[in-house]
């Protein structure tokens, strides 16, 4: 029986919302990957995957809980779940507030062998809300740029990646519901600390690129002899970019 190897999802809040994407996979999983981000400061988290793990469907093989003392962020998240599950042939990340319709992941489970540079789930500005990673697009492009914390600027990076690379990603699009944005509208504490954080992240990717999205003019990482999936992890940068 085909199965699809495996279907990711960090989360930090609501988790009624991770129980709703949970109950979206309707096609034969492997493994069901929960990258919990919240460090046990939101119980709607702990609840739903304690209810995630008492009502497994039988077509999903095994539920796995990864639980992490601090936020990673999401390329930081993306990254930990690769490095997580080395023995998967592709590895499927979505947002925990992104909702495939009934019948969608069929489309992603026929597609599944032929995928060498992997895939695009979303449409419009949501393009990368679901993403299929696979060995050779992580060869050719490389891993996210966990500098962009907690998150935002680290898709448009990984897109001029794709586009100097010249890597024609697949597009698969899924008929899908998002509420965009739940983590940072989950709270006025987080809001703020995005007004700082996205102006970080912003000032980062005009100095890697010498422009920002769609105005670029470096074609190496900060416009030196580097290659395109060059980043160098910042310890002290993401620790005074965090949110809690």
Known sequence: MRKLDLIAVPILVDGKKLIRHFETIDVPLKRYFILDNSMGK??????????????????????VVCSLPQNVGFPGAVNLIVRQNTDCNHWIVTGFDWWVAPGEWQKVLSKSDLLPFGATLGTGNDEMCGLVLTPTLLDRVGYFDENFFPGYFEDNDYRYRLKLTNTKITSIPLANEHQTSSTLKSSTIFQQKNNFTFQENYNYYIKKWGGPPNKETYVTPFNKNYPVDYWKYDPTRTQRLRWI
């Open 42 to 63: 939101d119980p709607s988290v702990d609840e739903a995957i304690k209810h995630i793990i008492n009502w497994k469907p039988a077509h999903i093989d095994k539920v």
